[in-house]
């Protein structure tokens, strides 16, 4: 059975910075778009990156882009996320997704995990 998993959210101070993890099992990403997307309480949801299947590109979201970086182990299924100069608005569940394209990681992911959840407050 397909799945993802995320670890290592939690609270961060304004200016700080964290890592996420994500583990998958039951697909390979190398067949597969993989990134975070994050949904903020009462918002929809907000692409963060994205690796393109097609050209393993990477793809950030606007309000992200110079601000993290992302790795991913194809061989072991993981991915991981360093996010850095936190803010108030960064606050969020963020989601690892599996999805046919970048363009559809929000609208239409074909797996996706539970959600870790990052809170910036001091």
């Known amino acids: 059975q397909e799945q993802m998993v995320e670890s290592g959210g939690g609270l961060v101070q304004p200016g700080g910075s964290l890592r ?9 990403f190398d067949d597969y778009s993989i ?7 009462g918002k929809t949801r907000e692409a963060v990156v994205c690796i393109s299947s097609d050209d393993r590109l990477a793809y ?7 601000r993290l970086s ?3 182990d194809a ?23 599996a999805t046919q394209t970048c363009h559809l990681v929000t609208s239409e992911p074909t797996f996706w995990g539970q959600g870790t959840q990052v809170t910036v407050a001091t």
């Open 20 to 28: 996420l993890s994500c583990a998958g099992s039951g697909f390979r």
């Open 35 to 41: 990134g975070w997307f994050r949904q903020a309480p």
């Open 60 to 66: 950030y979201g606007d309000a992200v882009k110079d």
């Open 70 to 72: 992302i790795w991913v």
């Open 75 to 97: 061989a072991k299924n993981s991915l991981g996320l360093h996010m850095k100069d936190l803010r108030a608005g960064d606050t969020a569940v963020y989601y690892c997704a």
